[in-house]
């Protein structure tokens, strides 16, 4: 299970990558006809289902993301060519409403824009635990074990899965709090 699931992780950064959708961009739900995101938004109020990129969305996106990087040095964007832009936010940001507004998420490697899982008892780490003796080192489990999005930090003692903290701080609906922000207007 815990190679299937770096296979499946592998798979959908290659095909991000590439500038395809990802298979989880299949099941985002879709607004309304001819409704904007932030219209739908405010209809709605709080809906969970992810949704992706629309080149509408740009210049307050990259605003979005610059609030989420201050201070992490990361280069600015804002002076690319508008299609490369295009192409990176349709594999990077998704969307959801909360509280009648938009929430953007750009994902990554370690940053899943989905809910995060706060179960304590997680068969597939529990299993790998009691199959990988030597993993009682004293050290927390690699996310390629846990799983990006698990909420709690693992060790293996004696054969057993033990949480030793968590991993994120998450808002109301159950998403991580650090990597989400408001849509500007």
């Known amino acids: 299970m815990i190679k299937q699931r770096i296979l499946a992780f592998s798979c959908c950064v290659a095909i991000a990558l590439s500038g395809f959708s990802m298979p989880a961009a299949a099941a985002k739900a879709e ?13 709605v109020g709080t809906d969970d ?12 996106t990259l605003r ?9 040095g990361a280069q600015s964007t804002s002076q690319a060519d508008p299609d490369e832009l295009d192409v990176h936010l349709k594999a ?3 969307y959801r409403c909360m509280d009648g507004r ?9 940053l899943p824009c989905v809910k995060i899982n706060m179960a304590r ?16 080192d004293g050290h927390d489990l ?10 709690h930090s693992f060790q293996c003692r ?13 808002d109301k609906r159950g998403f991580a709090k650090k990597i989400w922000s408001v849509l500007p207007d």
């Open 64 to 72: 979005a993301y610059k609030t989420l990087q201050s201070g992490s």
């Open 142 to 151: 690699a996310l390629a074990i846990t799983g990006h999005d698990t909420g």
């Open 158 to 170: 004696h054969g057993r899965a033990v949480v030793t903290g968590t991993t994120w701080a998450l």
């Open 121 to 136: 008892n997680i068969p597939e780490i529990t299993k790998y635990c009691r199959e990988n003796p030597g993993a009682d």
């Open 92 to 94: 990077d940001a998704n």
């Open 31 to 43: 607004k309304g006809p001819h409704e904007d995101l932030p219209a739908y938004c405010a209809r």
């Open 102 to 110: 938009v929430m953007v998420c750009s994902v990554g490697a370690n």
């Open 49 to 60: 289902t992810l949704r992706g990129y629309t080149p509408d969305l740009r210049d307050r």
